[in-house]
């Protein structure tokens, strides 16, 4: 089974920096793209920022220039670099992993998620 654990949420400041974690951890499993998401109470989830395996990144339009996405493949990590807070960067982040199991007769592919991490960007 794989198990994802974000960490590094908090409160900041408007213009401060946080930086999430996203650990995939399990046996038998391969990673391609990798992603975050963020979700406010009655709205819909957003897709923040993504990236591949061989690197390929995608960014919502309001974050670019200020979140960087990267991942560390030997550790299956993913990470969030968030710059230059501001209040509507406030919610629930959460991390995808879409993840290929190795099973003896087949492979089985599906995206897991975390539980999420709460950023709040507020004086």
């Known amino acids: 089974q794989v198990q994802v654990v974000e960490s590094g949420g908090g409160l900041v400041q408007p213009g401060g920096s946080l930086k999430l974690s996203c650990a995939v951890s399990?046996?038998?499993?391969?990673?391609?793209?990798m992603a975050w998401y963020r979700q406010v109470p009655g709205k819909q989830r957003d897709l923040v920022a993504s990236?591949?395996?061989?690197?390929?990144?995608d960014y919502l339009d309001s974050v670019k220039g200020r979140f960087t996405i990267s991942r560390d493949n030997a550790k299956n990590t993913v990470y969030l670099q968030m710059n230059s807070l501001k209040p509507e960067d406030t919610a629930l982040y959460s991390c995808?992993?879409?993840?290929?199991?190795?099973?003896?007769?087949?492979?089985?592919?599906?995206?897991?998620w975390g539980q999420g991490t709460q950023v709040t960007v507020s004086s």
């Open positions: 995808s992993a879409d993840v290929t199991v190795r099973r003896p007769s087949f492979n089985l592919k599906y995206r897991t």
């Open positions: 399990g046996s038998d499993f391969s990673i391609d793209v």
């Open positions: 990236i591949s395996s061989d690197g390929s990144t």
